[in-house]
């Protein structure tokens, strides 16, 4: 029974899917795709899905992501463990595991990247002398991949590289920016030529290394296609992101902000869209500094229509030599560790002001092929999902082991670049997006307190406050809204909600109003 009802739920799904139209332009995907979350050192590590320390992915823990109110989930997936012969067959096993990852995603209707991640021995550097067989075995997978998935709708992306260089040169030379150039091309060319949905699919194009300095975008050259994304990665400032010890205090701006200019300036202002796929801090015990980088980060991001997608890799803090630390989402606990920092990314991507309609009817359908397909996966598939209760255990991702929680992350390496000031002709104002004040209520003392949503996306919203002293004293304040849904952050006051009712007071260093005076800066998020 299992193999016909396997080919039923397939036909099923593509038959639900040919009717989906594309959107008509790559900004109408990618300016709903703000904030996105990394699957990292999960399908991309090398030896085996849990190889570097984490439980197997599970619907549950991607239901949190979007819950928390992310919208893209990167999956990075490498393929090399599970290929063979001289076509590079990948194995039937390892795409029902990577599609039920994949509909993890759809069912919360997040948009979902897949790409060619980590590879092996070096059969994708970037040499002339290389180019050829890279080509060869880059479009061999490619061609598999886009005809596993050539019936989903447009929440599904395809990155054809991760941070493509030759070995370990992160800056890169004439002939391997002219070979970068080529084998995106080649892959876009076959995953096209696949046809379905893959013909107008978004599909987003790496630079050297990922990178976004000035030589590397000279030589960057995009082939002549209307559904294309620039894809770059920005760990930036790199001696407080990256770099151990380096430093740990937050003070370099002009590292994103001219980023995020010249990124905007190259591409973004001339209609090309660009997907910032990677982004992090690495912990080194800092937790107050790297809250205000996430949120100036997701800010620049925002004001560049840049959607960023911040890198998770499961790994905590152990100690002071050890990078690439950047865990949010516990993934056995499925809880997040440092609740001050997603609100502090929520709060900068709540200024995001772009929105862009996409075809309701492309959505419908992702959803329907993820429903048809996660059947047919499940019963085709011989990795079945499991529970999160495994534990993370130490392992390391490409460097020795020294993590206590999970394995050292991939190749976060330098890439990106400096630099920003988003500019560019963003003009109007993050409270154009947001949308609708909601209700104000006063409490004891002529206190009044009212909301503005800033950022929804349905399933939720965060809002900004503003708390007013309408008495002729200074006063200690207290204050009380209705709301809807369930508050899970709140920033700059003390909360607590009952039902509908958020009852707020001063967070020590602003409780007391001086008489007519407002308080600002205060704001929440919460799920419907």
Known sequence: MKTPLKYIALATALMLSVGAQAASTPFQITDNMMPGWNLGNALDSIGGETNWGNPKTTQAMIDAVAKAGFKTIRVPVSWDDYVSGSGYTISTTWLNRVEEVVNYGLKNNLYVIINVHHTQNGWLNTTSANEAAAKDRLSKYWQ????????????????????????????????????????????????????????????????YAASAYDWQLDSYTLPSDSMIAVSVHGYLPFAFAMEVPGTSTFTDTAAIDGLFSRINTRYVAKGIPVVMGEWATTDKNNLSERIKHAEYYMKAAAKARVPAVVWDNNVFYTNSGTTDVMGLLNRSTITWAYPELMTSIMRGASTWSWSSSSSSSSSAASSAVSSAASSSSSKSSSSASSSAAASSSAASSKSSASSSVASSSSSKSSSASSASSASSSKASSSSSAASSSSAASSAAGGVTASYVINNDWGAGYCANITVRNGTSAAVTWNASLTVSGKVNQLWNATWSQSGSMLALSGAGWNNTLAAGASAGSIGFCATR
């Open 144 to 207: 598999q991949i886009a005809t596993r998935f050539k019936g989903y709708g447009d929440k599904l992306i395809f990155e054809t590289m991760n941070e493509p260089r030759n070995g370990d040169d992160w800056w890169g030379t004439a002939e391997t920016f002219s070979v970068i150039n080529s084998l995106n091309k080649a892959a876009l060319t076959t995953i096209r030529a696949t046809g379905g949905n893959n013909a107008t699919r978004l599909v987003m194009l790496p630079t």
